[in-house]
């Protein structure tokens, strides 16, 4: 078992920042990939960047070059970097890991951008 926490979500104006925090206990052992969905209202659960335990990350074209995910392994802690927010990326934002037998989900926290 996975156990996830996140943090960092609020209210932001356009072209802010905001930083996600996402620290993982449990059976992190396992832990092959760790990464950040969103999901806004009405609208499927999509992918938002995501890095393996060898450091490989990729990311929805729509974020390349604003978003930054990094991991701490020390700390077992997934960030999400986001730069220069758009009202668009308003959402839910739902931390994931997958292990060798399933996927562990966050509770989500929520992002708002919003002028």
């Known amino acids: 078992q996975v156990q996830l926490v996140e943090s960092g979500g609020g209210l932001v104006q356009p072209g802010g920042s905001l930083r996600l925090s996402c620290a993982a206990s449990g059976s992190i052992f396992s832990i092959n990939a760790m990464g950040w969905y969103r999901q806004a209202p009405g609208k499927q659960r999509d992918l938002v960047a995501r890095?393996?335990?060898?450091?490989?990350?990729n990311y929805q074209d729509s974020d390349k070059g604003r978003f930054t995910i990094s991991r701490d392994m020390a700390k077992n802690t997934v960030y999400l970097q986001m730069n220069s927010l758009k009202l668009e990326d308003t959402a839910d934002y739902y931390c994931?890991?997958?292990?060798?037998?399933?996927?562990?989900w966050g509770q989500g926290t929520q992002v708002t951008v919003s002028s």
């Open positions: 994931a890991v997958d292990t060798l037998s399933r996927r562990y």
């Open positions: 890095i393996t335990s060898g450091g490989s990350t």
